[in-house]
């Protein structure tokens, strides 16, 4: 390839780069106007509903006619149900003190136009300052006042969660994580709140809804159960370890975005030999939030007092022979079809880095998982309050 070459596509690579920005740019402010358009829209058929007496009536005819002017006027797209779940949408997010008045919300919308103008004024359209230039804006607007960074897509979802603890998790997960909406529609068919509720000491489930799922120590990565339904294994089914192993490895981006935050793949059936004897890991992963390894053991069988034994021997031998200086203690992690947390908590030293996790292979049962996680919210109320008054 000679230098003309060679400067041809890299001129391309530029100019290729920032049209696909300008296209995100484009796809960003029309998704953000017309989440505001459609709250602004709720803004005032609430404000007009509450004029009227007889609310349910009233509502009800006032919105076909609504539907069937804007259809006129802008064509499809203004049905009663869009109206309606406009109407949703504001009375869901003005109650979580979004906004005081809605045209100081619309203005933040045109304020991004105007601020990225202005920084337009100052540096050349094909300059990394422009390229950059509009992430800045977006980023200042969306940490400082502007509250709505999600696609109405997104919005429709959320909006079926009655719980606003959960509502809060599920949305900053979404902007946290980039989840598209299918992604969001399977985190929360999977019960992923709940999971992680079941899995924290119950004082920590309100910082789910504050600040999502946090990794700061190794618990903070359990899920229990794990679920593992996009491996199409049958649930009454007959199968191997080996074969449960090569299901996961086929889903591989699957299973790790199930096992959660920073974990990266490193290998599948690991060797290691201690003292002539050859020894295999079934999965290694690397945490790289805990800055660590995690080794998981796959059981299609009831989890055993062996089992945990030979868990604590893999971890031992990383800690002393594989992990750098810099890193922290290995995890181990034993996903079983059948665990007792008692024979767990039996077999293992309490300060044991080792965890046992059951599996899944359906979507779990959310009405059970919500009772629990309000049955485990509640025993540890009760408790604290016994402890008061001892």
């Known amino acids: 390839m000679n230098d003309l070459q060679i400067r041809e596509d890299s001129l391309f690579e530029r100019i290729s780069a920032l049209i696909d920005h300008a296209h995100r740019r484009v796809r960003t402010a029309i998704d953000t106007t017309m989440v505001y358009t459609y709250y602004g829209i709720g803004h005032y058929i609430v404000e007009d509903e509450q ?24 064509g499809d797209g203004w049905s009663v149900e869009t109206l309606d779940k406009c109407r949703k949408f504001y009375r869901i997010y003005s109650r979580s003190g979004i906004s005081s008045t809605l045209q100081t919300k619309l ?73 598209s909406v299918r992604q969001l529609k399977r985190e ?29 120590k190794p618990k903070d990565i359990i899920k229990d159960p794990l679920t593992l339904e996009f491996l199409g294994l049958k649930r009454n089914s007959s199968f191997s370890e080996s074969d449960l192993e090569s299901a996961i490895i086929s889903k591989l981006q699957s299973f790790l975005l199930e096992m959660g935050k920073g974990f990266l793949f ?24 805990l800055q660590c ?4 053991d796959l059981k299609a069988d009831e989890l055993s007092h062996q089992d945990l034994g030979q868990m604590q021997m893999y971890v031992n031998y990383y800690d002393r022979h594989v992990k750098e200086a ?17 024979l767990v908590e039996l077999t293992l030293p309490e300060d044991a880095n080792i965890y046992a996790s059951a599996y899944e292979l359906c979507l779990p049962d959310k009405a059970l998982l919500q009772a629990k996680v309000k049955e485990w919210i509640l025993e540890f109320e009760e408790q604290r309050e016994e402890s008061k008054e001892e």
């Open 326 to 342: 810099f890193e922290k203690p290995t995890i181990g992690i034993l996903l079983c079809k059948d665990k007792d947390d008692a």
């Open 51 to 74: 004029q009227g007496e007889q609310r349910a009536q009233y509502g009800k005819a006032v919105l076909k006619n609504l539907s069937a002017k804007l259809t006129d006027r802008y």
């Open 188 to 216: 929360y068919g999977s019960s992923l709140y709940e999971r992680l509720a079941l899995s924290r000491d119950p004082k920590e489930v309100v910082q789910l809804s504050q600040k999502g799922q946090t990794i700061e």
């Open 266 to 289: 490193e290998a599948r059936q690991k060797k290691f030999t201690f003292n002539e004897k050859h020894f295999y890991v079934d999965l290694v992963l690397y945490n790289r939030l």
């Open 107 to 179: 203005k933040i919308v045109h304020s991004v136009d105007e601020i990225q103008n202005e920084k337009e004024k100052q540096c050349l359209p094909n300059s990394p300052e422009f390229v950059c230039g509009a992430d800045e804006i977006q980023s200042s607007v969306q940490n400082s006042t502007n509250p709505f960074t999600l696609s109405w897509s997104h919005y429709l979802v959320l909006m079926r969660i009655k719980n606003e603890e959960e509502r809060r998790f599920y949305e900053i997960e979404c902007q946290k994580q980039d989840w």
């Open 293 to 296: 390894y995690v080794l998981v």
